[in-house]
């Protein structure tokens, strides 16, 4: 490929879309950092953002308003009224926190920049663990690909491609930790409590998630995984 590998990764400050931008910084040339304000009650986790993509050196981190979501009510994460869960994710529905076409929205305004910068990669850190949320699933993640591709200048302009870039697709999130723990990701930079709270509140689902990862990521790395 001609020119400088680029990608714009979209991060949130929590421990998966951290770790994709380590990995991204591995993989590519130039790495772009895009961060949205939604009205999410956790909010603070724009400011671990912005931290972790100054330490990341990122190329350029953008950081977008999105105003409709405060008029959708009944996520946890957006509706004040609506008390996040503590415990873990429920088995077979799309939990209360899910936040309707979030990354239909995410990824649609990231490869708007994408587009406008020439980046043909765009960095998601969706996961394995996540499949209770339907806008993480694989064929989500494929079906938008297929949608930014049909409506992409640079694709109609260059005939390249733009991909989705999930290399976190099948992994646990314990894979995730013992990855980023390999490259040497700031975890105690990062964010990921649902609840907004500093220091986090350690039982809402995904404070137990990310514990949990964690004490068995370093468990594994002790061990010699
Ligand atoms: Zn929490």
Redesign the pocket.
């Known amino acids: 490929m001609e020119g400088k590998k680029k990608i714009i990764v979209l991060l949130s400050g929590g421990m998966d879309s951290s770790t994709l931008l380590w990995l991204a910084k591995k993989e590519f040339d130039e790495v772009y950092a895009i961060s949205f304000d939604y009205g999410q009650r956790h909010k603070v986790e724009l400011k671990y953002a912005k931290e972790i993509a100054q330490l990341a050196g990122v190329k350029k981190h953008f950081i977008v308003q999105i105003p409709h979501y405060r008029e959708i009510k009944g996520s946890a994460l957006i509706d004040e009224t609506v008390e996040v869960p503590s415990g873990e994710y429920p088995e077979n529905e799309p939990p209360i926190t899910t936040v309707p076409m979030r990354n239909l929205t995410f990824l649609s305004i990231a490869s708007a920049f994408a587009d406008a910068y020439e980046i043909p990669y765009i960095g998601i850190g969706v996961h394995a663990l996540d499949v209770p949320y339907p806008d993480c699933r694989p064929e989500f993640i494929a079906a938008a690909e297929a949608a930014i591709n049909a409506g992409s200048v640079y694709v109609a302009k260059t005939k390249n491609r733009m991909h989705i870039y999930a290399p976190f697709l099948g992994m646990s999130k314990t894979d995730i930790a013992l990855l980023g723990l390999k490259l040497g990701v700031p975890y105690e930079k990062t964010y990921?409590?649902?609840?907004g709270?500093e220091p986090?509140?350690?039982?809402?689902p995904?404070?137990i998630q990310r514990e949990e990862a964690l004490r068995e990521a370093k468990k594994l790395l002790k061990e010699g995984g």
């Open positions: 990921s409590c649902y609840k709270t986090p509140c350690g039982e809402c995904t404070c």
